[in-house]
C-alpha cells in the first residue's frame, strides 16, 4: 500500500486567544502554510490578523502578527502530530487614558515567539483536519508607561487543503 506524503499544506481558520496576563480572549482569523524538506521537517508560516476580543477593559486593541520558522513532524500514515518553534513580529496597539479620555498608542512593531504542538489527519490526497496549541511570547511598548505582556495561548481547529505525493 503507498502512503501519502505531503508537499505543501495549507489552511485558514479562526483560531480563540487567551491572555496569560489579563482576564481577555481574542478571535483571530489564521493562515498558515508549511512547506515540506523532508518526511520529518517543514518550513513554516503563519498569519494572524487580530478580530476583535470579549474584554470591556481592553488594553492592546490591534495585536497582528506575522511568524515564520521549522516544524518537526513524528507521523507516518495519514496521522501527523508535530511541533513547531518560530519567531517573528506582531503589529500592535493599546489604548491608555490621557486626562480621563481613551487614546491609541502608535502602531508598534513588537518581536514575538510562539511554540506550537498539533496534530493533522489526512483525510484524502487534498484534505486534512488539524488542530494546533500555541504559545505566544513577547511585550508591547507602549506610549503609555506600561509594558503589556503578549503572552497568550491560541487554539486553531479546522479544515485544510495540501498537495502531495504518493511514496512507498
Known amino acids: 500500500m503507498t502512503e501519502f506524503l505531503p508537499i505543501l ?34 518550513l513554516r508560516g503563519d498569519a494572524y490578523w487580530f478580530a476583535g476580543e470579549q474584554h470591556q477593559q481592553r488594553r492592546i486593541i490591534d495585536n497582528h502578527s506575522v511568524l515564520a ?3 518537526f513532524h513524528f507521523g507516518k500514515g495519514r496521522f501527523d502530530p508535530f511541533v513547531a518553534m518560530q519567531p517573528g513580529v506582531s503589529f500592535t496597539r493599546s489604548e491608555f487614558r490621557v486626562d ?16 506550537t504542538m498539533g496534530a493533522r489527519y489526512f483525510v484524502s490526497p487534498n484534505f486534512h483536519f488539524f488542530t494546533e496549541l500555541r504559545q505566544m511570547a513577547g511585550t508591547h511598548l507602549s506610549d503609555d508607561p506600561r509594558t503589556i505582556g503578549l503572552a497568550e495561548t491560541r487554539v486553531s481547529f479546522g479544515l485544510g487543503a495540501q498537495l502531495g505525493r504518493t511514496g512507498r
Request: charged content about 15%.
Open 100 to 115: 480621563g479620555e481613551r487614546t491609541p498608542s502608535n502602531w508598534k512593531v513588537t518581536p514575538v515567539a510562539s511554540a
Open 9 to 42: 499544506t495549507t489552511m485558514a481558520t479562526l483560531s480563540l486567544g487567551w491572555s496569560n496576563n489579563a482576564a481577555e480572549q481574542n478571535l483571530y482569523v489564521h493562515g498558515s502554510s508549511d512547506l515540506y524538506v523532508s518526511e520529518r521537517v517543514s
Open 69 to 71: 520558522g521549522a516544524a
